[in-house]
């Protein structure tokens, strides 16, 4: 059984080193997710900054369009101050010129507006654009330095993976099940050696009589509150038999 006990504690170690792999992937996968989803959020701003922008320019063409046909409609009716044939008409058609000068002044008030509005909303577009490309910048060589590391790991495991079998190959099938099951509830530390009585996986002191029984190493023994297997290494301290 020890024998058994000190491999299954060296599988533990090659365990320990693929979770520990495992939950650095684990991190630098969600470093990137939320590089790219920042970098995706800011594209997202700067789509709805540009359609704003398109939005106001279409209302500019338009006003400006309205100011030309006008400005053609007020030529037209000065022209026909010339024909006039009497005052009433010339009164009637003066009137309609003030009408449009009117509308037009207000109109061009109008574009002004848009123009300023325009501009401001133009600059706001560049300087997102400036943020997403340096973004775009910054998320690309976190993703070339992040799949370079993901590449050691995975090189790294693969290693483990190959002694991880080498080592369980020399074990019994039936103590790997039940460490395993162990390693996965109790955060990844199954087996733990006693030391000076003591449990070293949760630090509470075994009973003098289970303490005998792991130094005889007959049977498979659980420590009593954290119910992870126990052994002992005769040599390793200068544990006595209480
Ligand atoms: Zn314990």
Redesign the pocket.
């Known amino acids: 059984m020890r024998e058994q006990l000190e491999i299954l504690a060296s599988l533990q170690e090659v365990d320990r080193e693929i979770r520990e792999k495992n939950l650095t992937k684990d991190a630098l996968l969600a470093e990137l997710n939320k590089a790219q989803g920042e970098l995706h959020a800011q594209e997202a701003e700067m789509a709805t900054l540009r359609a704003e922008w398109a939005e106001k320019d279409k209302l500019r063409q338009e006003k400006e369009r309205m100011l030309q046909e006008e400005g053609r409609k007020a030529t037209d009716k000065r022209m026909r101050l010339n024909r006039v044939k009497n005052i009433k008409e010339l009164q009637a058609l003066q009137r309609e010129i003030d009408q449009i000068k009117e509308s037009n002044a207000q109109v061009e008030e109008e574009l002004m507006r848009i123009l300023e509005e325009l501009e401001a909303s133009g600059s706001a577009l560049k300087a997102k654009g400036e943020e997403v490309t340096k973004l775009e910048g910054a998320c690309g060589e976190k993703r070339t330095r992040i799949e370079a590391e993901l590449a050691g790991i995975e090189r790294a495991m693969m290693e483990a993976s190959k002694s991880r079998q080498a080592i369980a190959a020399q074990l019994n099938g039936e103590l790997i099940e039940r460490y395993e099951l162990i390693f996965s509830r109790r955060g990844g530390v199954a087996v733990?050696e006693v030391s000076e009585g003591i449990?070293q996986?949760?630090h509470?002191n075994i009973p003098p009589q289970l303490w005998n029984e792991i130094i005889r190493n007959e049977r498979l023994i659980f420590?009593p509150?954290?119910h992870?297997i126990l052994y002992h290494k005769p040599a390793a301290s200068s544990d006595k038999r209480v």
């Open positions: 733990v449990c996986g949760c509470m420590c509150s954290c992870r």
